[in-house]
């Protein structure tokens, strides 16, 4: 295969403006690219280069087990497939669609061996959230798991711009193109050897939607240097991981917490990855002592589950086990979670936040440096700022909006909400944060979950904090309802423990904790108690349904 002239412009016609584009910083000397990078190259072929075909690089259930060499391969064909037989170009869409499983890895190196640009989509969209994807981005190829033909078909007859698919996974019955659409029978006919695209650094190479939990997705654009940027700041400089590690997480692979937990790291530095179809707290618990796994990429609230069950099965490195390094990111980590989870299993968890618009972890602290109640820490690469209501640096201690500069920053696909996302250079996260005088950064929640009560600022993070040390609680939310005398009261949505009946007794005996335990004008002065919290497929919880709810009510 040569590199091809002809080149869809689509993605680079779309950046935002420069001025509307983040300050980006490549102080550190790996963050120093060259012109010319794919990023599939850098993370998959160069093993092979290296002797290292052999190399264990991916596990799944039932008992799946790929090499560096067999990604190689598969990732080679498809990639063939999508030149040869779909008439991909570099530039073009392509959408992928499927659980976390190795042929969805292999299709994602594919695209972007080819130069193509990966839109990984959560398995579980509708046809109607696919639509508008398909739409926004103008995906012209998808590659799509069986088992999710029927939304992705459905999608597809309202958007003709889609005109290139293939299914894998086994047949697919009711299809007018016939056999042609199975994509491992295309793979079958076409060669294990590619010559990739020689991609620029800055070519887009993956635009990743954000979940939804403040309503419409926007879409994130990454090039082939961001990736390999966000392998070189936080894996390097705090989760240290080495080739001997195997990676194991509950994040799908179109989330990018996922992407970069379950792919883009262990395969940065030679390592393993297991890729479960279904990572609930069950199967993790399954899947860490049978594959032997070291590294966990979960959300807290699994943590908070998981905690009896991977002590009783001395999953740990201190207990016996093999699991050594937990990473928790996705939402805010309580106080009371690390202490569980250290006291269950003897290890100290690595807390992060970062942003489907900076692609991963900018804050965090490693295990040695971490302090209860703390993210941590600007990244290596990375400054973070808390910034007060004039766009200046706000004082230790006192609360403000979370901005960030580094290697990696926000480009919305053609979104007006671009700027108000990137001000004067910094990437405004929209969480709310404060320092101290040693540079740790304390979650406050979201900007948008201040709650002003009766001429109060009470953060909506304390007051979960609060009633997640209350031994019958198994997850809350808490948010700001309309009052016609207060403005707003705290409002708790409360989640119980298995077994557990909500009602006014224990609404009452969980207002008296939290009085108990924080300022007592900060207590929940309505609580409602849910079976489960509204969530996105990336399990961020959509509390912007719950607003919705309560302003419902109040009406």
Known sequence: MSYTAHIDTFARDRLPPREQQPEFLFDLPELRFPPRLNCAEALLDRWIEQGEAGRLCIQAPPDVSWTYGDLYEKAN??????????????????????????????????????GGIAVATMPLLRAKELTE??????????????????????????????????????????????????????MARQSSDFVNVPTAADDT?????????????????????????ACACWPVHVLKADAHDRFVGSPPLAFTFGLGGLVLFPMSVGASTILLPKAG????????????????????????????????????????????????????????????WGERTGIELIDGIGSTELLHIFVSADEDTARPGATGKAVPGYIACVMDEHGQPAPPGRVGLLAVKGPTGCRYLDDPRQSAYVMDGWNYTGDAYIADEDGYLYSQGR??????????????????????????????????????????????????????????????ELQDFVKANIAPYKYPRAIEFLAALPRTESGKVQRFRLREGSAAVSA
């Open 133 to 186: 994807v398909i739409d926004k981005a103008q995906v012209t190829h998808a590659l799509c798991e069986k088992g999710f033909a029927d939304e992705l078909r459905s999608a597809a007859a309202a958007q003709p711009v889609l005109g290139q698919i293939r299914y894998y996974g086994g047949e697919v019955s009711g299809l007018e193109a016939g056999p042609e659409t199975g994509l491992e029978a295309a």
């Open 77 to 114: 064909r498809i990639a063939n497939v999508l030149v040869d037989e779909m008439g991909l170009v570099p530039g073009n869409r392509v959408l992928l669609r499927g659980a976390n499983t190795p042929m969805l890895v292999a299709c994602w190196f594919a695209v972007v061996k080819a």
């Open 205 to 229: 190479c993956l635009i990743a939607f954000t979940s939804g939990t403040t309503g419409k997705p926007k879409g994130t654009m990454h090039f082939h240097r961001d990736v390999m940027a």
């Open 281 to 340: 707290p069950e199967q993790l618990l399954e899947a860490i002592p049978r594959f032997g796994a070291t590294v966990l990429f979960t959300a807290p609230t699994s943590y908070r589950a998981m905690s009896e069950g991977a002590a009783a099965r001395r999953l740990s490195v201190p207990l016996g086990g093999t699991l050594r390094k937990c990473v928790s990111a996705g939402e805010v980590l309580a106080a009371s979670v690390r202490a569980l």
């Open 447 to 508: 900007a948008d979950d201040m709650i002003i009560s009766a001429g109060y600022n009470i953060g909506a993070h304390e007051v979960e904090a609060a009633l997640l040390q209350h031994p019958l609680v198994a997850e809350c939310v808490v948010i700001g309802a309309a009052d016609r005398e207060r403005g707003q009261i705290v409002k708790a949505y409360v989640v119980l423990r298995e077994g557990c009946d909500g009602g006014d007794s224990l609404a009452k």
